[in-house]
Each structure stands twice: as structure tokens, then as C-alpha cells.
């Protein structure tokens, strides 16, 4: 089964940063493509932030772009996802997930496994 386990949430102030790590199988971290959603209580899951097939390309929500940066190790079959400047709005449960090659980064739909979710709250 594959698997993907996060960690590094918590609850922070605003203005503060976090990194939250994803790490998977060697075989599932070659075959797909990684994003990060996450999930405010009571609403839905939503699109934060992703990379190409080829990691040389990423995307990020607009309310994230600047703030919020997506990386990888290759070494460790990691992904990242660097939050800098938090806000309030920024909390939710996030969760790391993976895509096959050709899938549509910012759709649920296109990724076919999840991580477990780890918190983020940002107190004002």
C-alpha cells in the first residue's frame, strides 16, 4: 500500500514559519508528482501548492504566492512545503499528496494518494 507520512504542524503565531515534510516509498516518490492541500475546519479541500513532473516548475495558490514555498529531496524521497509570514487564514489541516505523470496539479481528483494530514494553526 502506498503510503505518504507528514509531519512538522503545530500551532504558531502569525508572522511566524513552519515546514512541513512528506516522505514516501522510493518507488512512489519517482513514479508521481507531488502537491500540498489543506482543509480549514468546515470547508472544503483546497489547492496550496504543487510541482511539475519534472520539479522544475511550481505552483501555489494566489493567497500563498511569495509566502509559501515547495521543494524536494530526492535523496530522501521528500517533499517540502516552506510557510513563511504565517496568517490566520492559513490554518486548516494540511496534507501532502501524489499524482501520476499528466494529472492536473491543482485538481483532487488527479491525485491518487493522500497523506494523513497534520494541523497548522495560526493564532492572531
Known amino acids: 500500500q502506498v503510503q505518504l507520512v507528514e509531519s512538522g504542524g503545530g500551532l504558531v503565531q502569525a508572522g511566524s514559519s513552519l515546514r512541513l515534510s512528506c516522505v514516501t516509498s522510493e518507488r512512489t516518490f519517482r513514479s508521481t508528482a507531488m502537491g500540498w492541500f489543506r482543509q480549514p475546519s468546515g470547508k472544503v479541500r483546497e489547492f496550496v501548492a504543487a510541482m511539475s513532473w519534472s520539479g522544475n516548475t511550481t505552483y501555489y495558490v494566489d493567497s500563498v504566492k511569495g509566502r509559501f514555498t515547495v521543494s524536494r529531496d530526492n535523496a530522501k524521497n521528500t517533499v517540502y512545503l516552506q510557510m513563511n509570514s504565517l496568517k490566520p487564514e492559513d490554518t486548516g489541516v494540511y496534507y501532502c499528496?501524489?499524482?501520476?505523470?499528466?494529472?492536473?496539479?491543482?485538481?483532487?481528483?488527479?491525485?491518487?494518494?493522500w497523506g494523513q494530514g497534520t494541523q497548522v494553526t495560526v493564532s492572531s
Open positions: 499528496a501524489a499524482r501520476k505523470k499528466g494529472g492536473t496539479y491543482s485538481a483532487r481528483a488527479a491525485y491518487d494518494y
